[in-house]
């Protein structure tokens, strides 16, 4: 093989090379669910590049992929209460870069956007919710104080982030805080109960009247309808009447006797013994 041809030989293997990194430097692939910001020796492009193959100019451009997806990060505040008490609260945080923001985010901060954005503005947002109540409000009314602080973070940050939601994981008191908080719940527990053991007292003695005055207003209407109608007794008497007629026996003090009484005294009166004659068993024996 003569000179020539291997120096021909070499110089289509270069060029073959030469398209091949040229082809491979002048494309790119935004991955799905990430923009990209194009640099140019040094320069930001103001525009973001979508998701997807494109062509850019070999070995001077970059294409930087940023995640738009929704993102959690975890983190922790320490809060002090209206009543100076010391709360260490354990959250997450779910948040996106929205793409209108990308290029900016690139362009004007360094590093995480949580770490130096968000984070700083929740931090801030739940310091100023807690110093506005008590420890004990704070533990128990847990989810209008992540509502607030919510509010006043996305405020804070305006359109460059969003945050979705905060999620209060664990609120730490100190020990002696716990200990107190728990011993007021148990007597409000107590107090509970005997309001609702004086309240239950005073409905049955409130009971107890109305039924006592609902009795004697019966017997007065009663008196009034006996003064009023007299017959109404004897109406009485025959509704609960038995059809046993009763008989008067007696002087001054009378007996009142049914006929099936009568009866029976006479059966017993006739049956029993003359006392004239003596009993068959005192007579004396005759031979």
Not at 127 to 142: F, G
Not at 193 to 208: G, H, M, N, P
């Amino acid at each position: 093989m003569t000179p020539q041809a291997i120096v021909r030989i070499i110089g289509v293997a270069l060029l073959i090379f030469c398209g091949i990194i040229m082809a491979f430097s002048g494309t790119y692939v935004v991955k799905p669910g990430y923009r990209g910001v194009q640099v140019t020796m040094g320069e930001v492009s103001r525009t973001f590049k979508p998701e997807g193959f494109g062509l850019k100019a070999p070995f001077i451009t970059s294409i930087n992929q940023i995640s738009i997806r929704q993102q959690t990060a975890e983190d922790k505040a320490e809060c002090y209460s209206a009543d100076l008490q010391q709360i260490t609260v354990d959250l997450k945080v779910l948040f996106r870069i929205p793409e209108t923001s990308v290029v900016k985010l690139f362009q004007d901060y360094y590093g995480s956007p949580f770490e130096s954005l968000i984070a700083p503005r929740v931090q801030e947002a739940l310091k100023e919710v807690a110093a506005l109540q008590s420890a004990e409000q704070i533990v128990k009314n847990r989810e209008q104080i992540k509502t607030r602080s919510l509010e006043i973070a996305r405020r804070k940050l305006g359109t460059l982030l969003v945050i979705e939601d905060i999620v209060i994981q664990n609120i730490a008191l100190t020990k002696e805080l716990e200990h107190a908080i728990e011993a007021k719940m148990v007597q409000e527990q107590e107090a509970s109960k005997s309001k609702y053991l004086q309240q239950r007292v005073q409905i049955e003695a409130d009971t107890a009247v109305i039924r006592a005055k609902g009795e004697a207003e019966s017997i007065m209407i009663r008196g009034d309808a006996l003064k009023k109608n007299p017959a109404f007794v004897d109406l009485q008497i025959v509704d609960k009447w038995d059809g046993i007629a009763p008989i008067v026996i007696g002087g001054g003090d009378k007996v009142v006797l049914t006929l099936q009484d009568i009866e029976r005294l006479k059966t017993q009166k006739s049956n029993a013994p003359s006392p004239t004659q003596p009993a068959a068993a005192n007579r004396p024996a005759t031979r």
